[in-house]
């Protein structure tokens, strides 16, 4: 069973955290992403794979996913 299976359907889906500004949507795709890449040997995850993983975790359409990857990419990038 999924880390985030249990709350499959939550109101604060697109709540940022206190905590580091993340909202659980977020959350999950990092989770995912960070686990595909250990199965492939720190390899980049093929986006397609990545959404099937989210998805079995959070209702997430493909757009949601681009725009979360997108903002975490923007995030990365800008020092500081």
């Known amino acids: 069973m999924s880390l985030f299976r249990s709350m499959k359907t939550h109101e604060f889906d697109n709540t940022p955290d206190i905590r580091d500004g993340l909202s659980r949507k977020e959350r999950i795709v990092l989770h995912c992403l960070n686990q595909i890449q250990k199965e492939r040997d720190g390899r980049n995850a093929p986006t397609a794979m990545l959404y099937g993983r989210v998805?079995?975790?959070?209702?997430?359409?493909?757009?949601?996913?681009?725009?979360?990857?997108?903002?975490?990419?923007?995030?990365?990038s800008n020092p500081g």
Do not use: G, H, M, Y
């Open 55 to 76: 998805v079995e975790s959070v209702d997430l359409s493909e757009q949601e996913l681009q725009a979360i990857l997108q903002k975490l990419s923007n995030c990365n």
